[in-house]
């Protein structure tokens, strides 16, 4: 008797011991957690990079750490008095493998709004420091479309940070731009140079032509990490200015002709194997050569030899 109720208190005080101690990291988590959120203001939030992992999921899209702090950036410019605070500094940290899932109440106040948000935000121990790989909020909570969020600002981002090619894209007689977004490519997040035809992206290897005219729909080339636009004017005679894309290789381009208007290929792409037929302008390869038509000039084999062969392309 006296060793089962030596037993039973020693099984007791075990028990209420581990409920007193907080799972390892725990502490150090609610810390870090404190430290990124008083990080969300003005004199501090220039340093909230060092907060993520080079890559994070950021709002549901994958994002390089650069564009998570570009539009913690943009953030604070436009609302200039700005907070945020986990309400009552209530969290719940649950570990994950080697990840730690914390979730909180996120107040936010901005122009006179007070919101509540259901947040989160998964963080990861890397070489003695934490950092973050997964931000969001619940998928179910309301004003999703309010102005803080990612996705209000994604446009204005893109458009702000991108070249610009000017041209009349939609016909009505008014300067339009046009931009690319291109992909991020992983190896470039670690100052690796690209040698070969095929690389690895962040999320799919595809760039996309926006417009600043909200009437005319973005033109998705799919494959295309690297590119320059072309203003080739109105081919087709419908007062708008065609786009050209070059789709830029290592060892290749290839031109793509798009009506602007409704994002449909004029012509097949107009390779050129750069490799071999080099230093080649736009000139060379493309020019208008009566009403409604084109000469195109691109890289063809024939018996294992490359050469340039012209065509005269009529548009419909």
Request: hydrophobic content about 35%; some cysteine.
């Amino acid at each position: 008797m006296k060793y089962l109720s030596l037993m039973s208190c020693l099984l007791m005080a075990l028990l209420f011991s581990c409920n007193q101690i907080n799972p390892k990291g725990e502490k150090e988590v609610r810390e870090f957690m404190i430290d990124w959120n008083t990080a969300h203001s003005q004199l501090k939030s220039p340093y909230l990079s060092n907060f993520y992992m080079p890559v994070v999921t950021y709002y549901d899209k994958e994002r390089t750490r650069a564009q998570v702090q570009e539009h913690k950036n943009i953030l604070f410019q436009k609302f200039p008095n700005y907070t945020q605070d986990i309400l009552n500094d209530e969290m719940t940290i649950t570990k994950v493998g080697v990840n730690y899932l914390v979730t909180f109440i996120k107040r936010v106040k901005y122009n006179g709004v007070e919101a509540n948000y259901k947040s989160f935000l998964s963080v990861i121990n890397r070489n003695g420091n934490f950092k973050i790989s997964r931000e969001g909020v619940d998928e179910n909570s309301e004003n999703l479309d309010a102005p803080i969020f990612p996705s209000a600002e994604d446009d204005s981002i893109i458009m702000a940070n991108t070249r610009k090619l000017y041209g009349d894209f939609n016909g009505d007689g008014l300067s339009d731009y046009a931009t690319v977004i291109s992909p991020v490519i992983k190896n470039s997040l670690n100052g690796e140079s690209q040698t070969s035809e095929s690389v690895e992206c962040v999320g799919e290897c595809h760039s996309v032509i926006m417009f600043s005219n909200k009437d005319l729909k973005p033109i998705t080339v799919e494959g295309a990490y690297q590119s320059q636009l072309e203003n080739l004017k109105d081919l087709n005679g419908d007062g708008a200015d065609e786009i050209g894309f070059w789709d830029i290789k290592p060892t290749s381009k290839s031109l793509y002709i798009f009506n602007a208007t409704n994002g449909a290929l004029l012509t097949e792409p107009v390779m050129i194997n750069t490799a071999v037929h080099k230093n080649l302008k736009l000139v060379d390869v493309f020019k208008k050569t009566g009403t409604n038509k084109i000469t195109i000039t691109k890289s063809v084999q024939e018996n294992g030899n490359w050469i340039l062969k012209s065509e005269v392309i009529k548009l419909d």
